[in-house]
């Protein structure tokens, strides 16, 4: 059987949309990430309709043969337009950010969303950062005899506040207790691949308006690479999300949904 990854469709009660977007998580999410934006994104704009995605082996989308990869991850996306139809625009955020960029090589749509996700090759530093998290986890004993017993185990080993937060919201229960909702293995392959994938060439061939939101937080934007990415095409765009951090839909939805809105008005 052909795998298409979980989604759930997120418009406006009521109301029958006429354009389509994908929305997809980063490494270690899942589609409900992005619930509470979306219900009020389409309250605001009733003629769409938000897909969201559990992307390969998160959430509810198990059962995905290898490669584990950003180019993998794209493909499943175009064989959900066969349920779902083609979007009109798509949205990702860090590693989403990427496999919406390979999706838009692959499908024709309007515009294409990048949420704080660096489009090249990631530094040392943002390899390693992510690196410990894998390692943390691997190293926390799933799966947890209760929910509650998660967090403490995280806070023991030094995890930060924020980080055992975002895991309390990634955990399912199973016959043998509460285990991560994502397959860590097949996580730690993509995120590795998405480490090592320059985007920039498809940049330079932008069919669709691709956009840029960088979190004013994040240092990775250096002054540089918002000055190529400014030059690279005229299609290309960028925008900054004033204090936000990584977390942009989290850190500042109201700022997000003024930067998006005048595009999907």
Same mark, same amino acid.
């Given at each position: 059987?052909?795998?298409?990854?979980?989604?759930?469709?997120?418009?406006?009660?009521?109301?029958?949309?006429?354009?389509?977007?994908?929305?997809?998580?980063?490494?270690?999410?899942?589609?409900?990430?992005?619930?509470?934006?979306?219900?009020?994104?389409?309250?605001?704009?009733?003629?769409? $309709?938000?897909? %969201? !995605?559990? *992307?390969?082996?998160?959430?509810?989308?198990?059962? =995905?043969?290898?490669? &584990? #990869?950003?180019?993998?991850? $794209?493909?499943? %996306? !175009?064989? *959900?337009?066969?349920?779902?139809?083609?979007?009109? =625009?798509?949205?990702? &955020? #860090?590693?989403?950010?990427?496999?919406?960029?390979?999706?838009?090589?692959?499908?024709?749509?309007?515009?294409?969303?990048?949420?704080?996700s660096i489009p090249t090759v990631q530094s040392t530093s943002a390899k390693e950062e992510l690196r410990v998290v894998f390692r943390t986890l691997e190293n926390a004993g799933a799966p947890f005899a209760t929910r509650e017993e998660m967090p403490l185990i995280l806070r023991a080993q030094g995890v930060t506040e924020s980080l055992v937060l975002w895991m309390t919201t990634n955990l399912k229960r199973t016959e043998v207790g509460f285990d991560w909702s994502f397959h860590l293995d097949h996580c730690r392959e993509m995120i590795e691949d998405y480490f090592t994938l320059d985007t920039l060439p498809i940049l330079e061939e932008a069919s669709s308006d691709i956009h840029f939101v960088h979190a004013e937080k994040n240092h990775q934007w250096s002054p540089e690479l918002l000055k190529q990415l400014s030059e690279i095409h005229p299609k290309v765009h960028t925008h900054k999300l004033n204090n936000a951090g990584h977390w942009v839909h989290v850190d500042n939805p109201d700022g997000l949904r003024q930067i998006l809105r005048p595009f999907f008005t």
């Open positions: 059987m052909t795998f298409k990854p979980a989604h759930s469709v997120v418009q406006a009660p009521g109301t029958e949309p006429t354009k389509l977007a994908f929305v997809l998580h980063g490494i270690l999410g899942h589609q409900k990430n992005w619930r509470s934006f979306a219900r009020r994104w389409v309250a605001q704009h009733p003629d769409w $309709a938000l897909i %969201l !995605v559990d *992307l390969r082996n998160h959430g509810l989308s198990s059962g =995905a043969k290898g490669p &584990h #990869s950003v180019q993998s991850a $794209a493909e499943d %996306l !175009v064989r *959900l337009t066969e349920t779902t139809g083609i979007p009109n =625009a798509v949205i990702g &955020h #860090s590693f989403g950010g990427k496999v919406a960029l390979v999706f838009s090589t692959l499908c024709t749509m309007e515009q294409c969303w990048i949420l704080d």
